[in-house]
């Protein structure tokens, strides 16, 4: 709930208006009432005189347009304040994700990731475009109802509250479960949506080793599980809530008996008797429209839980204003990472990486090389231990200037659903197309997009699925040089390449990272025996460091890698 109240409270202005506004048009429609009261009385009065009901009939009507006036005003400013709020939540919760170590947004799936962001937030709409002024002016406008018939005649006005009072009660059950059974609303239907992201994201998998049926059964099994657990949570509240809405409106079974005894008996009017049993059609309209909004409030207390898994999550540990670096040289030391509790990926990692010089990891897989790389580049606070970059801690500098300061490439580096171009000026949103053109022929991947259906322009689609693996690394090689970062580390940046392609972009990327501090992982040694300096990685430590030909004599490790990899290429490797 201090979710909404931030929201509610940057927006208090507007949302006063809005409740202002919803009460003026409860007020003038529950004025219609009356008035509509007088008429009848007037009819059972027998006059006939054809102006009273002339102007009677008009101020029905002034009241009846007031009341759509003044609602639509304020659904209109409630909504424009709640879409800047969804827009802000939004957008906090994105650059949450930013400031988020990378292994906790990994560790949340795709498909709840969805739920929250798009499901979820969409959800508070109703919370705060109609609960705050709608739910608020249905409750004001019926007390003050209530007043104006304790005022007439306090008897009847207690008695026709009585089938209220019973239809809340029908629905005490009913809500008493609500709060547990959303929560097991919105598991389920993250559990279903993981399972379509799931289908969806692995088409190419199943239809390859043949295993659609039992991937759509998995798919198929979560969809029904979502429908039937609906199906059965409405079938248990169909009872509460139809004796609710059934029971509450019938205050004449409690008002004209009662009132029928008190006018035999002289002590009350026609005139209030009627005027009272119009109005009371009124009351309970509006309360069942202001309880309509309950199930709402009840819900709230989940949505926010859910929205806050990311918003409350802690941040990584980054200085707020930028810091002077004295050069892109880097530093680790006494460096340990776990991804989990029981098990450490790095442990004791000391290292100095020189600026403007080829630095490269090797190892067998599973070692830590992208991990030491993944902590340079801040997607994680090490355990323990500090990394240093250009003589200061990685923890004073802000990730904005981190992220500014390092241009890092993956094997499997995302592209965006829009044309090549805009991917490639991604690394730096400034430049003109002409920039753009000229670094993807500097990275040499220029001639390969002009072949595309439609150049520069060619909508790559989503993960860039409509290229292959290697033009994808192409073009994320050319947006991380477009971004000219001091720091450029390469994980395994050419593994989808052919071996011809992959020579003209490695000696594109030598041209192009003169006097940048260049950190390279690869399995291919072949791409790395010219680096300045090779860091040897095993079980989380730095087995041995030197040049190329000083690891094939001092390091069994290196000495093993590269054999295997001779056999393995069958290239001559002679140095």
Same mark, same amino acid.
């Given at each position: 709930?201090? $979710?909404?109240?931030?929201?509610?409270?940057?927006y208090?202005?507007?949302?006063?208006?809005?409740?202002?506004?919803?009460?003026?048009?409860v007020v003038?429609?529950?004025?219609?009432?009356?008035? !509509?009261?007088?008429? #009848?009385?007037?009819?059972?009065?027998?006059?006939?005189?054809?102006?009273?009901?002339?102007?009677?009939?008009?101020?029905?009507?002034?009241?009846?347009?007031?009341?759509?006036?003044?609602?639509?005003?304020?659904?209109?400013?409630?909504?424009?304040?709640?879409?800047?709020?969804?827009?802000?939540?939004?957008g906090?919760?994105?650059?949450?994700?930013?400031r988020?170590?990378?292994?906790k947004?990994?560790?949340?799936?795709?498909?709840?990731?969805?739920?929250?962001?798009?499901?979820?937030?969409?959800?508070?709409?109703?919370t705060?475009?109609?609960?705050?002024?709608?739910?608020?002016?249905?409750?004001?406008?019926?007390?003050? $109802?209530?007043?104006y018939?304790?005022?007439l005649?306090?008897r !009847?006005?207690? &008695?026709s $509250?009585?089938?209220?009072?019973?239809?809340?009660?029908?629905?005490?059950?009913?809500?008493?479960?609500?709060?547990?059974?959303?929560?097991q609303?919105?598991?389920?239907?993250?559990?279903?949506?993981?399972?379509?992201?799931?289908?969806?994201?692995?088409?190419?998998?199943?239809?390859?080793f043949?295993?659609? %049926?039992?991937?759509?059964?998995?798919?198929?099994e979560?969809?029904?599980?979502?429908?039937?657990?609906?199906?059965?949570w409405m079938?248990?509240?169909?009872?509460?809530?139809?004796?609710?809405?059934?029971?509450?409106?019938?205050?004449?079974?409690?008002?004209?008996?009662?009132?029928?005894?008190?006018?035999l008996?002289?002590?009350?009017?026609?005139?209030?008797f009627i005027?009272?049993?119009?109005l009371?059609?009124?009351?309970?309209?509006?309360i069942?429209?202001?309880?309509?909004?309950?199930?709402?409030?009840?819900?709230?207390g989940?949505?926010?839980? %859910?929205?806050?898994?990311?918003?409350?999550?802690?941040?990584? *540990?980054?200085?707020?204003?930028?810091?002077?670096?004295?050069?892109?040289?880097?530093? !680790?030391?006494?460096?340990?990472?776990s991804?989990? %509790?029981d098990?450490?990926?790095?442990?004791?990692?000391?290292?100095t990486?020189?600026?403007?010089q &080829?630095?490269?990891?090797v190892?067998?897989?599973?070692?830590?090389?992208?991990?030491?790389?993944?902590?340079?580049?801040?997607?994680?606070?090490?355990?323990?231990?500090?990394? #240093?970059?250009?003589?200061?801690?990685?923890?004073e500098?802000?990730?904005?200037?981190?992220? *500014?300061?390092?241009?890092?490439?993956?094997?499997?580096?995302?592209l965006?659903?829009?044309s090549?171009?805009?991917?490639?000026?991604?690394?730096?949103?400034s430049a003109?197309?002409?920039?753009?053109?000229?670094?993807?022929?500097?990275?040499?991947?220029? /001639?390969?997009?002009?072949?595309?259906?439609?150049?520069?322009?060619?909508?790559?689609?989503?993960?860039?699925?409509h290229?292959?693996?290697?033009?994808?690394?192409?073009?994320?090689?050319?947006r991380?040089?477009?971004?000219?970062?001091?720091?450029?580390?390469?994980?395994?940046?050419?593994?989808?390449?052919?071996?011809?392609?992959?020579?003209? &972009?490695?000696?594109?990327?030598?041209?192009?990272?003169?006097?940048?501090?260049?950190?390279?992982?690869?399995?291919?040694?072949?791409?790395?025996?010219?680096?300045?300096?090779?860091?040897?990685?095993?079980?989380?430590?730095?087995?041995?460091?030197?040049?190329? /030909?000083?690891?094939?004599?001092?390091?069994?490790?290196?000495?093993?890698?590269?054999?295997?990899?001779?056999?393995?290429?069958?290239?001559?490797?002679?140095?």
């Amino acid at each position: 709930m201090n $979710l909404i109240k931030q929201y509610v409270k940057e927006y208090k202005n507007t949302y006063i208006q809005s409740v202002l506004l919803a009460v003026l048009g409860v007020v003038s429609g529950l004025a219609a009432y009356i008035v !509509l009261a007088k008429m #009848i009385v007037g009819l059972i009065g027998k006059n006939t005189e054809f102006g009273f009901y002339l102007q009677y009939g008009l101020m029905v009507l002034a009241a009846m347009v007031l009341k759509e006036i003044f609602a639509a005003a304020s659904t209109s400013i409630s909504h424009q304040a709640t879409f800047y709020s969804l827009k802000k939540i939004r957008g906090e919760i994105s650059k949450k994700l930013f400031r988020m170590p990378l292994g906790k947004v990994m560790n949340i799936s795709s498909g709840k990731l969805k739920n929250i962001i798009v499901d979820q937030v969409d959800s508070m709409e109703t919370t705060l475009a109609h609960i705050i002024p709608e739910m608020t002016a249905n409750i004001i406008g019926p007390i003050l $109802l209530l007043i104006y018939m304790f005022i007439l005649d306090w008897r !009847l006005a207690l &008695v026709s $509250l009585i089938p209220l009072v019973i239809g809340m009660f029908c629905m005490k059950s009913v809500m008493a479960s609500y709060g547990k059974k959303y929560q097991q609303s919105v598991e389920i239907n993250q559990k279903m949506n993981n399972a379509v992201v799931e289908y969806i994201g692995g088409i190419e998998v199943i239809k390859m080793f043949n295993q659609s %049926e039992t991937s759509y059964q998995k798919y198929s099994e979560a969809v029904h599980e979502n429908a039937a657990f609906y199906y059965h949570w409405m079938k248990e509240t169909m009872i509460g809530v139809s004796a609710y809405r059934k029971i509450s409106p019938m205050s004449l079974l409690t008002i004209l008996p009662l009132g029928v005894y008190f006018y035999l008996n002289g002590s009350l009017t026609i005139a209030t008797f009627i005027t009272i049993i119009v109005l009371s059609f009124g009351t309970v309209e509006n309360i069942l429209t202001a309880t309509n909004y309950m199930d709402d409030l009840s819900r709230i207390g989940t949505i926010t839980k %859910e929205i806050g898994l990311i918003l409350d999550a802690p941040d990584l *540990e980054h200085g707020k204003g930028n810091v002077s670096l004295s050069g892109s040289d880097i530093e !680790l030391k006494n460096v340990d990472f776990s991804y989990t %509790e029981d098990k450490k990926v790095l442990e004791g990692v000391s290292l100095t990486i020189g600026e403007n010089q &080829v630095t490269a990891f090797v190892g067998p897989s599973g070692g830590g090389k992208s991990t030491i790389t993944k902590l340079i580049a801040g997607f994680w606070n090490a355990d323990a231990g500090e990394v #240093i970059i250009g003589g200061k801690n990685i923890k004073e500098i802000p990730l904005e200037q981190l992220s *500014e300061t390092i241009s890092y490439v993956s094997q499997d580096n995302y592209l965006f659903d829009m044309s090549v171009r805009e991917n490639i000026r991604i690394g730096k949103p400034s430049a003109s197309d002409k920039e753009v053109e000229e670094m993807a022929k500097l990275s040499g991947c220029d /001639e390969f997009i002009r072949g595309l259906s439609a150049g520069y322009d060619t909508i790559v689609g989503e993960g860039g699925g409509h290229l292959s693996g290697g033009e994808k690394q192409r073009i994320s090689i050319a947006r991380a040089m477009l971004k000219n970062a001091p720091i450029v580390i390469l994980d395994e940046a050419t593994s989808y390449m052919d071996t011809e392609n992959e020579s003209i &972009v490695q000696e594109a990327i030598s041209n192009l990272v003169k006097g940048k501090t260049l950190i390279l992982i690869a399995h291919r040694l072949r791409t790395v025996v010219n680096a300045d300096k090779i860091f040897v990685v095993e079980n989380g430590k730095i087995e041995s460091c030197g040049k190329h /030909e000083e690891l094939l004599e001092k390091s069994n490790v290196y000495s093993s890698l590269w054999k295997a990899a001779v056999k393995e290429e069958r290239y001559d490797y002679s140095v």
